[in-house]
């Protein structure tokens, strides 16, 4: 014989009152038909809710990386010296 038990409750102390567990947080517009999880729904990446952010994310540490030479040959190695102007 299996016997499962499932107790619930409802908080009513005073952090309970003050600080409510929203259920269900309605999505902002531009996010509605997008997933924060889509490889667990099974849809493409770019359905993602943070895609976009991330794809540019993407593109500026590449931009960062090309322009690490430029910054590397700048930069003066002896820190005591003074800087001339």
Known sequence: ???SWQVTGIRNDAY???HRIQVEIPKEE???GKYLFPDEH????S????YEEH???IELQKEMKTDLPKVQA?????LNEPIEH
């Open 74 to 78: 700048g930069r003066r190695d002896n």
């Open 42 to 45: 099974n849809v493409p990446e």
């Open 47 to 50: 359905m993602g809710i943070h």
């Open 1 to 3: 014989m299996k016997v």
């Open 55 to 57: 794809q540019k994310l």
């Open 16 to 18: 309970a009152r003050k």
């Open 30 to 32: 531009q996010e509605r």
